[in-house]
């Protein structure tokens, strides 16, 4: 790393790195702001090895003011194979952060990351690291304690106000979090009063994300509150959840995942990004004309219906008979469920109801058909005069659509994948870059679970094959097998 030039050193001495003459170590001879400045620019890991390079060295990466992550990736994975204990590997993990905190520093940190499988048990803790971001005026405070498979532990880790403030006492009220930007807590369970704190004592907060709590039951931001300055909001996966409500005039990006709710949203006239996922994309779709009446500027739409053949068949039906005007859309996302045999062409009218859409981006996933189910849902979109009329209605040209995404395409023998993807080809007529990729779109998220590579790579032959055969285009098209 240092251009060090050697010196003799006396026989049977240890060498270290003071034991090299400093004549070219110029890097080293830079002043204290610029040595941190560079530390600043290494992970926390890489940061304290430099404190090997010498003397000058050994206490630098202790001031560290920009981002503080404790990595353990490579852990998690490992105990998710089981091929590391959780016993041993929770305490190590919490004496390794609290060994750094205790010889931080620097004043202020701008981001605090801390993500590891620890439950309760550890509550004191992380306690004294939301103590130790608070003191240190943190911007960005990312905290997640998810378990070996990314889920909730049976014994999570509870935030509580009154328990900081025990702590921290006035400072807790009058300070704390001031300065804090952005704020993800997953896997933390926090209740109405946590989340109304943070809103109220951080005039500064415009990201927030609260993930996998089961104590959240009702989020109400009002143009009334301090905080005027929140542009994204994201509640995912909270299962008690009852109530959210939305009146501020900033919010740009709006996430929920989770059951089945009314939203009411009154005073978002920037909001340009939405993204709904679990069962209230049910809601959504039925109640497509008032909620994306509130969506005048909508740039970005992300549906998630991956939870369940029902959801998407609901919603597929509902879509059918009224696709809301999404006049400035830009991007469309979707994740389906669906069964194998079922006609999927239904989010060719959301890209027709979008004339401003140049990216579609769409991941399938398909199951065999539960005939018991496809029963009792009414046999949604199974009766040919259904797919007829469904065929008819996407017969269009779209002049915007530059680029395509699909993922989990992979057998172009499934007539109806074969059909979206002819269909696709028709439709955008400007299309300039295609990506196709094989793999179960869980994969992506999951990249541990097992894969046969030769039956990929067969599945990748094949479509690259199909899509030679039924594109003929005057002008080339960039297209990406995976």
Not at 16 to 21: A, E, K, L, Q, V
Not at 173 to 200: G, K, P
Not at 259 to 274: N, T, Y
Request: hydrophobic share 40%; aromatic share 8%; charged share 25%.
């Amino acid at each position: 790393m240092l251009p060090l030039k050697k010196r003799s050193l006396l026989k049977g001495k240890r060498a270290t790195m003071d034991d090299y003459h400093d004549h070219d170590d110029r890097i080293s001879k830079l002043p204290d702001d610029i040595l941190v400045l560079i530390i600043n620019c290494l992970s926390l890991r890489d940061a304290a090895r430099t404190s090997v390079l010498s003397r000058r060295w050994k206490n630098q990466w202790t001031l560290i003011s920009g981002t503080m992550e404790f990595d353990a990736s490579t852990t998690m994975e490992d105990m998710r194979w089981l091929r590391k204990e959780r016993s041993f590997e929770r305490p190590r993990y919490a004496n390794w952060v609290n060994r750094v905190m205790a010889r931080h520093m620097s004043s202020k940190l701008d981001e605090l990351k801390i993500c590891f499988d620890l439950d309760n048990s550890f509550s004191i803790d992380i306690n004294n690291w939301v103590g130790f971001a608070a003191v240190k005026e943190v911007k960005k405070l990312n905290l997640g304690f998810p378990g070996r498979w990314g889920g909730m532990l049976r014994n999570p880790y509870c935030l509580s106000i009154s328990t900081l403030s025990n702590r921290m006492g006035q400072k807790l009220n009058s300070e704390a979090f001031s300065s804090l930007t952005d704020l993800n807590l997953s896997f933390v369970n926090v209740n109405d009063e946590v989340v109304e704190y943070f809103l109220a004592k951080s005039p500064n907060l415009v990201n927030l994300c609260i993930k996998g709590s089961n104590s959240l039951v009702k989020v109400k931001v009002s143009e009334s509150d301090p905080v005027l300055n929140l542009k994204s909001l994201k509640i995912l996966e909270c299962p008690l959840i009852k109530l959210i409500n939305i009146s501020t005039p900033k919010l740009v990006s709006f996430g929920y995942d989770g059951p089945l709710i009314d939203m009411p949203f009154k005073k978002v006239p920037h909001l340009s990004e939405v993204y709904f996922g679990g069962n209230n994309t049910i809601s959504l779709a039925n109640q497509s004309k008032e909620l994306f009446g509130y969506f005048s500027m909508l740039k970005i739409l992300k549906l998630d219906m991956s939870s369940s053949v029902y959801n998407f068949n609901r919603v597929a039906r509902a879509f059918e008979t009224q696709v809301p005007a999404l006049s400035n859309l830009e991007q469309l996302e979707l994740s389906i469920m669906a069964y194998c045999d079922q006609c999927i062409l239904w989010p060719c009218l959301m890209i027709k109801a979008a004339p401003l859409l140049h990216r579609f981006s769409m991941k399938m996933m398909f199951k065999c058909t539960d005939q018991d189910l496809y029963d009792r849902n009414d046999q949604l979109l199974s009766n040919e005069d259904q797919i007829r009329k469904l065929r008819e209605a996407v017969l269009f040209t779209h002049e915007s659509v530059k680029e395509v995404e699909l993922y989990g395409f992979s057998d172009h023998r499934n007539i109806h994948m074969a059909e979206l993807w002819l269909r696709l080809v028709d439709i955008a007529v400007s299309l300039e870059k295609v990506t196709i990729d094989v793999r179960h779109p869980c994969l992506k998220e999951s990249p541990w679970l097992n894969v046969k590579t030769q039956e990929l790579d067969k599945a990748r032959d094949r479509i690259r094959l199909f899509v030679q055969k039924h594109l003929h285009r005057p002008k080339p098209i960039d297209i990406l097998v995976l």
